[in-house]
């Protein structure tokens, strides 16, 4: 007579993992007094490890030109100021040719200065995806709070970062894009950096500058 085989049973189904409780918004402070301790302070992303200081940004908040490079270098993660090395004295000239400068207060010829990421990438490496977005916010709202008239975005990488494409320099460089809700104004031109590594493209940069003057004026 041949064995009886039991059906076995169905495996009882894993039980659900317990439900994790929705992390907290990131709400990003709205008045320069809550963003810069926010800055200061923050630790959204890998940068914070090996930073020196935090890098917001210089200039008159109320400042009908905003500036916006990539991210902090050896001296600004030091000094915690953006723009303050050779790079910086050059960028200072390039302003100065047009009647702006960081430490003026009149919105008609100061400029407000700040970087995609306020944090030394190592190795001044370009700045990752994930750490801009991490930072997105604070320039954001420091767009928001200024409201300049226009912004000027210092080479490729910051204008790459801005705009959300990997297009060349060549084709960023010439047409006035818009950037966030408000579609403020945004003009790419070289990075004060790269001037000092070819200074045959000065004219081009000077033509740059050039423009700018005239789109605040208008």
Known sequence: MPPKFKTPLPAAAP??????????AFEVPTTWEGLRPA???????????????????????????????????????????????????????????????????????????????????????????????????????????????????LGRIAAQRLLGTDAPLSKLRGPVHEYGPDRTPLLITYHPAYLLRSPGEKAKSWTDLKRVHQLLKA
């Open 15 to 24: 039980e659900p993992p317990p439900a994790r409780s929705p992390e907290p």
């Open 39 to 153: 800055v200061a302070g923050c630790m959204r992303c890998k940068l914070c490890k090996t930073r020196t200081n935090t890098v917001f940004g210089v200039g008159l908040e109320t400042a009908s030109l905003m500036v916006v490079g990539e991210g902090p270098g050896a001296d600004e993660d030091q000094q915690g100021e953006p723009f303050v090395g050779r790079a910086g004295k050059l960028l200072d000239e390039m302003l100065k040719a047009i009647g702006r400068s960081r430490k003026e207060q009149a919105p008609e010829k100061s400029v407000f200065i700040a970087n995609v990421v306020k944090c030394r990438p190592p190795g001044n490496r370009d700045p990752e995806a994930d750490e801009v977005e991490a930072c997105r916010p604070y320039l954001d709202q420091q767009i928001r709070l200024v409201k300049p008239k226009l912004i000027v975005a």
